[in-house]
Nanobody, 122 residues
Framework: QLQASGGGLVQAGGSLRLSCAASGRTFSTYATGWFRQAPGKEREFVVAISSRGESTYYADSVKGRFTISRGSAKNTVYLQMSSLKPDDTAVYYC?????????????????WGQGTQVTVSS
């Protein structure tokens, strides 16, 4: 089970840190990704990290602004978002993949969290 948290309202240029917490010892062996969906738009890939944290993938739109990392306890993945823009406004979902290698395709993930709202005001 995945639990996403940390969303909120922030001004453009501000920062937020999202967390994706999981129950179960096997989460540390899963790749984890973040996706987002804005109103009226399709869900899109944001960032993903391999099970060991050695590989990360970023959407071009967030490169240099967002950073994904795994917590030391291995059951939490963080998404640090900086220099936020109004276009980043969306519901953010974390997802886990039993295969430890991440993918940018949503259908490649086996488990999904409930989503957390991020709103960036201009």
């Amino acid at each position: 089970q995945l639990q996403a948290s940390g969303g909120g309202l922030v001004q453009a240029g501000g920062s937020l840190r999202l967390s994706c917490a999981a129950s179960g010892r096997t989460f540390s062996t899963y790749a984890t990704g973040w996706f987002r969906q804005a109103p009226g738009k399709e869900r899109e890939f944001v960032v993903a990290i391999s099970s060991r944290g050695e590989s990360t993938y970023y959407a071009d739109s967030v490169k240099g602004r967002f950073t994904i990392s795994r917590g030391s306890a291995k059951n939490t993945v963080y998404l640090q978002m900086s220099s936020l823009k109004p276009d980043d406004t969306a519901v953010y979902y974390c997802a886990a993949r039993r295969l430890g290698i991440p993918t940018t395709t949503g259908s490649g993930y086996d488990y999904w969290g409930q989503g957390t709202q991020v709103t960036v005001s201009s």
